[in-house]
């Protein structure tokens, strides 16, 4: 049974940092494209990261471009999410998903249930 479980969500000043982390269990995790989703209030699930199987320099929304890192450790079967300099409207709730052949899909294959990510102004 796959499982994608995510952490380090939380309350945060605008400004400030935070680090997700996103471990995966039941399946070989280096055989697979991870990705960040966020969906906030009333919006649509957006990919915010993503990174191939081997890691690399990673995909990136606009709005995220130079403040958020997306990284993994195929030992550990986790991936990160480091966000900086974060902003009200990044507040949403954010998932981990696992897809074997992204980026030649749109469509991930897994998801974790989710992590509150709240900004305040």
């Known amino acids: 049974q796959v499982q994608l479980v995510e952490s380090g969500g939380g309350l945060v000043q605008a400004g400030g940092s935070l680090r997700l982390s996103c471990a995966a269990s039941g399946l070989t995790f280096s055989s697979y494209a991870m990705g960040w989703f966020r969906q906030a209030p009333g919006k649509g699930r957006e990919l915010v990261a993503g990174?191939?199987?081997?890691?690399?320099?990673?995909y990136y929304a606009d709005s995220v471009k130079g403040r958020f890192t997306i990284s993994r450790d195929n030992a550990k079967n986790t991936v990160y999410l480091q966000m900086s300099t974060l902003k009200p409207d990044a507040t949403a709730v954010y998932y981990c998903?696992?897809?074997?052949?992204?980026?030649?899909?749109?469509?991930?294959?897994?998801w974790g249930q989710g992590t509150q990510v709240t900004v305040s102004s």
């Open positions: 990174i191939k199987q081997s890691g690399g320099s990673g």
């Open positions: 998903a696992a897809d074997h052949l992204w980026p030649a899909t749109t469509t991930f294959d897994y």
